[in-house]
C-alpha cells in the first residue's frame, strides 16, 4: 500500500471512529421498584421539620424507584429517578459498592423528584448520628431498604437491553409555575420530554423534566406520596398506554414552586396535588405524540468533581432555618463537618439532544437558566436541562445577590455567598468534557 492509500484508510478510519463516539445505535432497558416501606418499619417522612421524626400513618400513593440503562455497545450508563425528597452524600457511594459488576460513580445518575411526603433524607444518612427529631433520627433498617432497592432497579433494567430511537422537545408553558422568593422574580416555564422508543415502535420510556417544588402537602400530611409528580407520572403511563415507563426528574427548583389549578380550588391538598399532575401530564402526554425520534443518537457522559466553599451558616439561619429543625450554632458546628462535605459531584448527560445537567442539590432559577444557556452554547444540544439534586443534596444554591438578601433559601446554604458560582462553573466545566 502506498503513503496515499495509507492516508485515505487512517482518514477513512478516523472518520468511523469520530462517527461512533458523536453517535451511536443505543439500546435500553428499563425497570422499576417500589420504594414504599412496610409502615411495620415506622419510617418518617422528610420534608418538614415540624413532623418531628413522626412515622409515615399510611399510604396515599406509592413511590417508586425508575432506572434507565442506556448502551452503545460498549459503555453503559444508569439515570435512575425516585419520588423522594433527596439523598444524603453517603447513599449513592454505598448503592455503587453493593451493584458490584464493574460499575462507577460516573456511569449513575440519580434524580430525586424532591417529594415532601417521601422517605426522610436524614434518615438514611449514616453520618447523622445527632439523634434531633426535626432533622430526622438515622435509621439503618430503612438505610438498607433504600439502598437495596437502588441496586435491585439498576440490575433489572440491565438485563433488558433492546435497541431504541431516542427524541427529545421542549416547550414554553406559562400558567404552571412561579418564583416563591419574588413576584417578578425569574420562572424556568419549560417542559422538556425525552421520548425513548423501542426499534419495533413499543414507546419503552419518557423521561419528564419541569422545575418546581413537590410541596403541596404540608407537614400534617401524615402518608407516604409521590405528590403531583407521582400524579404526573400516572397520567402519562395510562394516556399513553403500551406498558410505557415514565420518569419524572425536576429542574432548579430552589425558589419555584406550583400554581394551583383551578378545578381543585377548594379541595384537599391531597386534591391539589393530582389535579395538578393530572392536567400537567394530560398536557404532556399531548406534546409527546409530535416528538420525532433517531436510533442514531450523540451518548457521553462526564462526572466532574466540584471542590466545595468552606462551610459556614447564614446570618439568619438561627430564625429562619434553624428554629423549624431546632439546632444551634454549637450543634451547628459539630453538625457541619460531619453531614456536609468538602467536595461534590456534578454527573452530566448527552442523549441525542438532550443534555442533563446534574445540579447536586436545589438551585435557584436563575443559576439554572444561566447554566442552561451555557450548555446549550457548549454542546449546541437543543434541549439542556437541569437535573436537581442530582446524586446528592448538599444545600439550597443561590447567587450571591439572593444568599446576601438572606430568608429561608439561603438559611439553608451551608456555604456562603460564593456556592452559587462554585458549583454553577463546575457543572460547566463537566458540560464541556462532553462530546459535541
Given amino acids: ?139 439503618p433498617g430503612l438505610y438498607d431498604f433504600t439502598v437495596n432497592n437502588f441496586v435491585d432497579v439498576i440490575r433489572r433494567a440491565a438485563e433488558r437491553l433492546q435497541p431504541v430511537r431516542i427524541g427529545t422537545g421542549s416547550r414554553q408553558i406559562a400558567g404552571w409555575n412561579r418564583n416563591r422568593r419574588a413576584a417578578d422574580g425569574l420562572t424556568d416555564k419549560e417542559l422538556t420530554l425525552t421520548r425513548i422508543d423501542a426499534v419495533a415502535g413499543q414507546p419503552l420510556a419518557v423521561l419528564v423534566n419541569f422545575t418546581a417544588h413537590p410541596t403541596f402537602m404540608s407537614e400534617k400530611e401524615m402518608r407516604f406520596s409521590a405528590g403531583w409528580p407521582g ?46 399532575g393530572l392536567e400537567l401530564g394530560l398536557l404532556a402526554a399531548g406534546a409527546w405524540k409530535d416528538i420525532p425520534t433517531q436510533q442514531d443518537a450523540p451518548f457521553d457522559y462526564h462526572l466532574q468533581t466540584i471542590r466545595l466553599p468552606e462551610r459556614r451558616w447564614h446570618a439568619d439561619f438561627m430564625s429562619t432555618g434553624g428554629k423549624e429543625y431546632g439546632l444551634s450554632e454549637s450543634l451547628l458546628r459539630d453538625m457541619l463537618p460531619r453531614m456536609f462535605p468538602d467536595e461534590t459531584i456534578s454527573g452530566s448527560l448527552r442523549l441525542g439532544n438532550l443534555v442533563i445537567v446534574g445540579i447536586p442539590g436545589e438551585m435557584t432559577a436563575e443559576l439554572g437558566l444561566k447554566v442552561k444557556a451555557e450548555t446549550k452554547r457548549i ?50 466545566a463537566g458540560v464541556s468534557q462532553l462530546e459535541k
Fill in 1 to 139: 500500500m502506498n503513503c496515499r492509500a495509507c492516508l485515505i484508510v487512517s482518514g477513512l478510519t478516523f472518520a468511523m471512529l469520530s462517527a461512533r463516539s458523536l453517535a451511536a445505535e443505543l439500546s435500553a432497558g428499563v425497570a422499576r421498584v417500589d420504594l414504599t416501606p412496610p409502615l411495620s418499619m415506622h419510617a418518617p417522612l422528610g420534608g418538614y421539620g415540624a413532623r418531628m421524626n413522626k412515622p409515615a400513618e399510611g399510604v396515599h400513593d406509592r413511590i417508586f424507584a425508575k432506572a434507565l440503562v442506556l448502551s452503545d455497545g460498549e459503555r453503559r450508563f444508569a439515570l435512575v429517578t425516585c419520588d423522594m425528597l433527596g439523598l444524603a452524600p453517603p447513599v449513592k457511594p454505598e448503592i455503587i459498592k453493593r451493584l458490584g459488576d464493574g460499575w462507577t460513580a460516573e456511569q449513575i445518575l440519580i434524580l430525586p423528584s424532591h417529594s415532601h411526603a417521601a422517605i426522610e433524607m436524614a434518615a438514611i444518612n449514616p453520618n447523622n448520628v445527632f439523634g434531633i427529631p426535626q432533622i430526622g433520627i438515622y435509621d
Fill in 231 to 276: 400524579a404526573l407520572q400516572h397520567t402519562m403511563e395510562a394516556a399513553i398506554g403500551k406498558g410505557v415507563t415514565v420518569m419524572y426528574y425536576n429542574g432548579a427548583q430552589g425558589d419555584q414552586t406550583t400554581v394551583g389549578r383551578p378545578a381543585a380550588a377548594g379541595g384537599s391538598r391531597w386534591e391539589n396535588a393530582t389535579q395538578y
Fill in 379 to 428: 454542546t449546541g444540544a437543543a434541549h439542556p436541562v437541569i437535573g436537581g439534586l442530582a446524586n446528592e443534596w448538599i444545600s439550597y444554591i443561590l447567587t450571591a445577590a439572593a444568599y446576601r438578601k438572606g430568608g429561608y433559601e439561603a438559611s439553608v446554604s451551608f456555604y456562603g455567598e460564593t456556592l452559587g458560582q462554585t458549583i454553577r462553573d463546575g457543572a460547566l
